[in-house]
Each structure stands twice: as structure tokens, then as C-alpha cells.
């Protein structure tokens, strides 16, 4: 069984300040699978970042994915307000056939 | 505009059962990919089961067994019948297309599932 380790739990930043998530996996997957979501209070998750580093329709530039093998990364190069939520990354494929990591809280310092 | 709209959750007693539906409009149900995701109150998402546009099934083995995904394509629905429910089942549970397996592209605004005596 494959684990999605992310981390920080919590990332306190500044709005205009740059963010760097990690999501790990226990062993190597193909980066092709591999996605990340944004969930704001109440919401449902948006797709943010598929095939590891190719951005959804209509999400912001300011928004990267990069990695592979076992590390994948989510950068959002300066936080504006509506950033401030939490991020999960997905991997299809493994066992079980879709994994969620434990989110990554961005919150506003 | 694709809209997944959920519906049929609620207050249901441990060992009890309860069928959730989604909605779909904008988008084809029976040609995409479908599947359910959870999130229990103040917890991550949990993926709970995926239904392929070849009618292939697949589960969590948190509810393999329990629960079955089906879809009717005459109404563009997408269900998830939920037997035997615990504690453990209380959540939100989300229902989300995509047009590539690997990756949902469309979601509804949840359900909520409680589970309790």
C-alpha cells in the first residue's frame, strides 16, 4: 500500500509570501497520476495540479507542480488572499486505487 | 456548466442504511469516469469508491462490501447504496466526475452522513 505523507500539517505565511508544499510517497509512482487539490471551509475540492505539474483549467500561473519518484512539490509563488485554504495531494493507480495525503493547511500569519 | 448535485444523506443509525445520489447536468455520467470521496468532520479526504465509464467497480476496503456504486445513464445519476453503516461512516460524502481516471475535474457540494443513536 502506497502512503501520500504531506507535510507541514500547517503552513503560516503572509499574503505576497511564497509557498512550498511536500507530499511524499512510501515508494516511487508515476508522476503522470499524481494531483493536487484546493479545499476552502465548506467547499468542495478544486483540481489544481494534474500529471504533477500541469495546471487545470483556469488556475493562476502562480500556481507550479513539480517532482518525481517519491517527492512532488506545490508551489504557490505569492499567496494572495483566496489561497489562504488547504491542499491535498491524489495519486490513482496504487493501493488502494486512489489515495489522498493528509493536507497541508495554509493559513495566513 | 457541469453540476453534480448530491442528495439522500442524513441521520441513520449504526447497523442502518442509506442510498446517496448525484445528479449530474453538463456531463455525461455513463461516459465518464465517477466516483465518491468522504471527508469525516474535521478530517482529510478519504476516497470511498469509483465507477468506469466500461461499468467496472472498485472500493475502499473501508467499504468493500458494504457499499455498491451504480449509476442509471436514463438519468444521468450516479448512486451509492451504503449498508451496515457505523460510526466510522459519518462524513461528508462528495461526488466527482472526471473525464480522465486519475484526476476529478468536477465535484458536488457533499452530503452529509451521520451515523448515531
Known amino acids: 500500500e502506497i502512503v501520500l505523507t504531506q507535510s507541514p500539517g500547517t503552513l503560516s505565511l503572509s499574503p505576497g509570501e511564497r509557498a512550498t508544499l511536500s507530499c511524499r510517497a512510501s515508494?516511487?509512482?508515476?508522476?503522470?497520476?499524481l494531483v493536487w487539490y484546493q479545499q476552502k471551509p465548506g467547499q468542495a475540492p478544486r483540481l489544481l495540479i494534474y500529471?504533477?505539474?500541469s495546471r487545470a483549467t483556469g488556475i493562476p500561473d502562480r500556481f507550479s507542480g513539480s517532482g518525481s519518484g517519491t517527492d512532488f512539490t506545490l508551489t504557490i509563488s505569492r499567496l494572495e488572499p483566496e489561497d489562504f485554504a488547504v491542499y491535498y495531494c491524489?495519486?490513482?493507480?496504487?493501493?488502494?486505487?486512489?489515495?489522498f495525503g493528509g493536507g497541508t493547511k495554509v493559513e495566513i500569519k | 456548466e457541469v453540476q453534480l448535485v448530491e442528495s439522500g444523506g442524513g441521520l441513520v443509525q449504526p447497523g442502518g442504511s442509506l442510498r446517496l445520489s448525484c445528479a449530474a447536468s453538463?456531463?455525461?455520467?455513463?461516459?465518464?469516469?465517477m466516483s465518491w470521496v468522504r471527508q469525516a468532520p474535521g478530517k482529510g479526504l478519504e476516497w470511498v469508491s469509483i465507477?468506469?465509464?466500461?461499468?467496472?467497480?472498485y472500493y475502499a476496503d473501508s467499504v468493500k462490501g458494504r457499499f455498491t456504486i451504480s449509476r442509471d445513464n436514463s438519468k444521468n445519476t450516479l448512486s451509492l447504496q451504503m449498508n451496515t453503516l457505523g460510526a466510522e461512516d459519518t462524513a461528508v460524502y462528495y461526488c466527482?466526475?472526471?473525464?480522465?481516471?486519475?484526476?476529478?475535474?468536477?465535484w458536488g457540494q457533499g452530503t452529509l452522513v451521520t451515523v448515531s443513536s
Open positions: 515508494q516511487s509512482v508515476s508522476s503522470s497520476y
Open positions: 500529471g504533477a505539474s
Open positions: 466527482a466526475g472526471a473525464a480522465i481516471r486519475s484526476r476529478f475535474d468536477y
Open positions: 453538463g456531463f455525461t455520467v455513463g461516459s465518464n469516469y
Open positions: 491524489q495519486l490513482y493507480g496504487s493501493s488502494p486505487l486512489l489515495t
Open positions: 465507477l468506469y465509464s466500461g461499468g467496472s467497480t
